[in-house]
């Protein structure tokens, strides 16, 4: 018996050793969860090695934990046990209602972090009633993807507004032969396509979320989800977008359609399965009318912290420092977040020889900070849920008054039941 007490103590004594911030001959160990996976783990795993190397007290402890949702799963799950929770994580908007209120975050303010190069959208995105809660990292915007040779084989500008699009899309699909855009918006894309109407609305009270717990949706009160909803049924109704809701990158890539909306993460992804093929443009996301004015909305993810100690915010310094951005933007397609990598002359020499490299992070600077990222309980069913409401439409089993009433019923029910829950 003595004996398997013994062996499980020799298997336990290492992962104490090694668990978040432990320390081991004088050199701290900061473990980070993060969801990068393929060329985005491969440029994370870079920046963690150079980390390691030129620092002697400090080594960083990388663990993938699966997509953003799977990190802020784990999160959860370790939070509840008391214990395990890794010094950081990397977590998208979705975390962000979850954060605002968790016990055991330690907000950028708290930890001191230096965000004074840091642009300014970047950093509110994650900024809350109680702090920001982490600091931007893998930060990106929506992009509009276009096959460059269709759009010159059809004789088309790429579209600024919607009803540009409704007008091009049938000469598009008539003269090539393919669908000139696949996808059905979700709520990622619903929140520049309604966020950005008017100048810059909100889609819930409580600045989305930002400053509390939203108690209801604005979209039906101020008409902008009825507005979209009516210009992209008219865009539908032309025969030229195909209703796919999955696989859109791959219709792209073997073109079956001319366009689509995707992340500029998906920037350096894009080119290398396009290479040899075609022509990839990228260009700002088309807006709902001319009014719509307010730009899109800074999305990716953050690097939140739950230790509160010098090691972790000098982890935090290092990844949001010019070189990293520099080195992370380059290899991955996401947009700098420091204001000196954008303004250094490496980065300017990089985007003259890569210039689709630029266009994410221009359009996200002339972009209102009004339109933020969406802080709701149930985000990952509200994300399906706009998915499957404007297919409903699109195929006519659902009116548009309907699909407004509909989404905001929902939304206000969740919003309630978390109140009601947490009250």
Known sequence: MRKVVL?????VIPTLLFSAGAKEEDVTTVTIWHSNSGILED??????EQFNESHDNIRINAVYQGKANDVLTSVNAASLAGSG??????????????????P???????????????????YAAYDSK??????????????????????????????????DFIS???????????YAFSGVPTTYELITFLGSQNGGTY?????????GVSTKVLFDENGTFRNFLEKWKALYDTGALNNLTSGVSNAFYAEQCASMLASSSNLTTVLENTDGLFNVGVAYVPMVDSDATGGVNIGGGCLAAFSNTEEVREVLEFMISASSQAYWAESTGYMPVNRNTVESPEWQAFIKENPLYSVALEQALSSSEKVLGLWIPSAYQVYYSF???????????????????????????????????NG
């Open 168 to 178: 091009s899309a049938p000469i598009i699909h008539e003269k090539t032969g393919v």
């Open 130 to 163: 109680r702090g920001h809660i982490g600091v931007p990292f893998n930060a990106s915007s929506l992009l509009f993807y276009y096959n460059a040779d269709l759009f010159e084989e059809a004789g088309v500008e790429v579209p600024k507004t919607l009803d």
């Open 104 to 122: 055991y975050l330690v907000t950028v303010e708290e930890l001191g972090v230096d965000t004074s190069e840091l642009i300014e959208s970047a």
């Open 85 to 102: 929770l890794p010094d950081i994580a990397q977590l998208d908007a979705t975390a962000g209602l979850d954060m605002m209120y968790a």
């Open 43 to 48: 440029a994370f795993m870079s920046l963690v």
């Open 387 to 421: 998915q499957s409401t404007i297919a409903s439409v699109l195929e006519g089993e659902m009116s548009i008054d309907e699909a407004v009433s509909s989404m905001a019923d929902m939304i206000n029910t969740n919003l309630m039941e978390y109140a009601r829950q």
């Open 7 to 11: 062996i499980m103590l020799l298997l």
């Open 203 to 211: 889609l819930t009270d409580n600045r989305n979320g930002h400053d």
